[in-house]
């Protein structure tokens, strides 16, 4: 048996119920970090909360060498850890119908992700959002400002009257520089300023999950001179607001009203 097991969001004990007991019965368990990370807990706080010893795999080592993940659990009960909700990569996907190929049984065990918690801090409705899309580094992509396809879906998605929800990018084990790097929510929105539009209404969602859980609306120009403090960051631009919407964006968010005004329908 191969059960794919989300962390959620924050740190050791964002796990489920379910997910705990599954890991606690396990023969062995892997992991991988470089989707997403729990900014919250090392991988020695997971073990110690789970008395487990934990395998992390690299990249490579689950897309491109998975066997000693798939060998184990032809034999055993095996568990496969991530951050946020372990399906929501197409990664870990393809992992499952490896292991079905191989006549492996596989089950998922959900948890809270980053898009459910950008919804239920923010107050917009988590219907209303369209195509998310990942803002990477410049230097990752090989350009200045922002790739064409970002601006594209945020554009897309407003015509339609949708919000836009931007993964900011992460680096792990990073072969450019040293050490990890994590996207600000301040220096994503200082890059749609200064190549897209800086009137434009975004919110900022820092540490979902964590007891100190930041949300913060403004303009794209006036967000980018905040410190939002330590990761991890999201940044939604809305698209149409609903009045409910607007009144949690002003009430939460603390979105100045006449930057909400020219949003809400």
């Not at 969001?9 to 964002?14: C, T, V």
């Not at 992509?141 to 949708?162: F, K, Q, W, Y």
């Not at 009045?243 to 603390?254: P, S, Y």
Request: proline fraction near 4%; charge should be negative; hydrophobic fraction near 40%.
């Amino acid at each position: 048996m191969l059960t794919f097991v989300g962390l959620g969001l924050y740190d050791e004990e964002s796990i489920t119920v379910e997910g705990r007991e599954a890991v606690r019965e396990a023969d062995r368990a892997f992991a991988e970090f470089y989707t997403s990370h729990l900014v919250g807990a090392t991988v020695a706080d997971l073990e110690a909360y789970h008395d487990t010893t934990i395998e992390v795999r690299d990249r490579e080592g689950v897309e491109q060498t998975p066997d000693p993940i798939l060998d184990a659990a032809e034999s055993e009960d095996v568990v496969f850890l991530t951050a946020g909700d372990t399906m929501i990569s197409t990664t870990h996907v393809d992992l499952r119908l490896r292991a079905h190929d191989r006549g492996i049984d596989t089950r998922v065990i959900h948890a809270p992700t980053a898009e459910s918690a950008a919804s239920s801090l923010t107050g917009l409705q988590n219907y209303r959002f369209g195509k998310a899309t990942t803002l990477p580094f410049e230097w990752v992509h090989g350009a200045d400002g922002v790739p064409g396809s970002v601006v594209d879906t945020i554009e897309d998605n407003r015509e339609r009257g949708l919000h836009t929800l931007c993964y900011l990018d992460i680096k792990v084990d990073n072969p450019y520089r040293e050490g990890d790097d994590y996207m600000t929510a301040s220096h994503a929105a200082g890059l749609l300023a200064d190549h897209w539009n800086p009137d434009a209404l975004g919110v900022v969602v820092a540490r979902a999950g964590a007891p100190d859980a930041l949300v913060a609306a403004d303009t794209l120009g006036a967000l980018a001179g905040r410190d939002f403090g330590d990761p991890l960051h999201l940044l939604v631009i809305p698209g149409d607001l609903h009045h409910v919407e607007a009144d949690a964006l002003t009430g939460l968010a603390g979105a100045p009203e006449k930057v909400v005004e020219e949003r809400t329908v």
